[in-house]
């Protein structure tokens, strides 16, 4: 069974810097995705980012990047120029690869960006 | 992306009743996904509705108190039996969406408190 490990409950940070949250995970799969989701209090999961495993480029969006390594099975999230929006939970997610397959999720890092 | 309707947003309901909750999708997918949210946790998965069969259930959670509905292929419910103050959890439904190759689109969430 896969497992999705975020070490970190709380992080905070200023406006307008850059914060990495941390996620591993564990798969003997070689072919799968990973997902980051945002979850403000509004409690709408929203997709931040996706990666599928067999790319070694790091996906992007925006302010919004990943740091994959794939034989560490570690999958960070870098949000550069922080702003107050961007407080909310975020949750790691692992899916096996195919589609229609479930989402495994890990535990969720409280982000804080203060002004 | 698609986009999913879920209702109710919230509610208040007395132990030992039930209640039902709906998601209605704005295009046709084949899989739909309950999560269940406790509260400061993360998500984790109720069961699976394919439309035309029996809902297939994750281990620790049963058909008798998670009754699954999947009439057609933008339509779900699922309904909390028999509810207890443990039940009390922000339950979330989500879907593929094929619009979005093996991207994931979620409800908003209905937050379910027990009394």
């Known amino acids: 069974a896969q497992t999705v490990t975020q070490s970190q409950p709380e992080m905070s940070v200023q406006e307008a810097e850059t914060v990495t949250l941390s996620c591993t995970y564990d798969t003997s799969e070689n072919n799968y995705y990973l997902f980051w989701y945002k979850q403000p209090p509004s409690r709408q999961m929203i997709l931040v980012i996706r990666q599928e495993a067999y790319k070694q480029q790091n996906a992007t969006e925006n302010r919004f990047s990943v740091n994959f390594q794939k034989a560490a099975k570690s999958f960070s999230l870098k949000i550069s120029d922080s702003q107050l929006g961007d407080t909310a939970m975020y949750f790691c997610a692992f899916m096996k690869w195919g589609g229609s397959e479930k989402l495994v999720f890990g535990k969720g890092t409280k982000l804080t960006v203060n002004p | 992306s698609a986009v999913i309707s879920q209702k109710p947003s919230r509610d208040i309901c007395q132990r030992g009743t039930s209640l039902t909750i709906q998601c209605q999708v704005d295009?046709?997918?084949?899989?739909m996904f309950w999560y269940r949210q406790q509260p400061g946790q993360s998500l984790t998965l109720i069961a699976t509705?394919?439309?035309?069969?029996?809902?297939?259930?994750e281990s620790g959670f049963v058909i008798d108190k998670f009754p699954i509905s999947r009439p057609n292929l933008t339509f779900s419910t699922l309904t909390v039996s028999n509810m207890s103050p443990e039940d009390s959890s922000i339950y979330l439904c989500s879907v593929e969406d094929l619009k979005w190759n093996y991207g994931y689109t979620f409800g908003s969430g209905t937050r379910l408190t027990v009394v």
């Open positions: 509705a394919n439309q035309g069969s029996e809902a297939t259930y």
């Open positions: 295009s046709q997918v084949t899989m």
